[in-house]
């Protein structure tokens, strides 16, 4: 059997049953490796420390691994990290120099000062809020609510060249008055009704009112009451029969206990249908556009004048 090493160092393991003069050598050999292992003059590959301490070993550089110091001050002096102090990850205070290319992705509590370059500006941060006039809930410190006043000295009349505005003590316009054309007004318009002659109103909103095409009672104008006869506006016009006005019948009658005169629409209607018109109601009432008998009357006239001339010169 040959000698034999051993697995990490190499040391020699001398064969059992050999030569006892070779086994001093041997021995001595194993020796002196150990002695060189120990005192740093050959390289030492694997060792796990668990716990314990170790002296006398020097500081191991940063480019083997280590920091190349042997406190903490030197260690960050070499690892380029200037003077930050070892800080838990939630709290971070930085006392001096300057700090770029950071993102920071939350902060919470009070910032004091901060600036760069995108868009952070210093500031001296706001440090209480106070009330003013009608307002209560101050002086707020850190977070709180402000809310109007339900009682103060806000309630006045405030005139001014166009108008005086009086405001109750929560700030709300109770009437608004002057000499430039504002009256006094109590509280908001909550209806429009149309009355007679018209359409439209509501009670919200913006309405309208529009003439409805019919009006009863009595009408009295100021102006003259004229409607549309442009030619422009008119097709197939032709002469009207006048002879027609002997078909029609004038009457004498007695209406809502007033005395009128006129004609019979239903009369009327069978001559002259044009001139009627009748309502969209359960009585299907009718009326008469007595302006435009005008026209049967003039034509009337011109036949009866025709007849007395020829009349005259036989």
């Given amino acids: 059997m040959a000698d034999a090493t051993t697995t990490n ?42 716990s314990g301490t170790i002296s006398g070993i020097t500081d191991l550089a940063v480019a083997d691994g280590g920091t190349g110091a042997s406190d903490a001050s030197g260690a960050r ?25 950071v993102a920071l992705s939350s902060c919470s509590g009070n910032i004091s000062q901060f600036t760069n370059n995108s868009g952070y500006v210093t500031s001296s941060g706001v440090t209480s809020v106070a009330t003013g006039t009608g307002l209560t809930g101050g002086t707020i410190t850190s977070t709180g609510t402000l809310s109007l006043a339900t009682a103060g000295s806000g309630a006045a009349t405030y005139s001014s060249g166009i108008s005086a505005i009086t405001v109750d003590a929560y700030g709300r316009v109770t009437s608004v008055s002057g000499s430039a054309g504002y009256t006094a007004n109590t509280g908001d318009i909550t209806g429009v ?7 439209g109103g509501g009670s919200s909103g913006s309405v309208s009112l529009a003439m409805s095409g019919s009006f ?16 422009r506006l008119k097709d197939n016009v032709e002469t009207l029969d006048g002879s027609k006005v002997l078909q029609m019948r004038g009457v004498s009658f007695t209406k809502d206990g007033k005395a009128g ?54």
């Fill in 9 to 50: 160092y190499s040391l020699t393991k001398p064969e059992v049953g050999a030569s006892n003069d070779t086994w001093g050598d041997k021995l001595n050999d194993n020796f002196d490796d150990i002695d060189s292992l120990l005192g740093g003059g050959t390289a030492v590959a694997g060792i796990n420390i668990t």
């Fill in 77 to 101: 002096t070499n690892l380029g990290l200037g003077s930050i102090s070892t800080q838990a990850s939630s709290s971070v205070s930085i006392t001096g120099g300057s700090m770029s290319g």
């Fill in 193 to 199: 009704t149309a009355g007679n002659g018209l359409t």
């Fill in 216 to 231: 009863t009672g009595s009408f009295t104008a100021s102006g003259d009451v004229t409607a549309y006869s442009d030619e």
């Fill in 261 to 314: 005169s006129g004609v019979i629409a239903q009369e009327l209607e069978k001559i002259a249908p044009e001139l009627v018109h009748t309502a969209d109601d359960e009585m299907g009432t009718k009326s008469v556009a007595y302006g435009n008998l005008v026209g049967y009357l003039i034509e009337a006239v011109k036949e009866l004048s025709e007849k007395v001339k020829k009349l005259e010169e036989s």
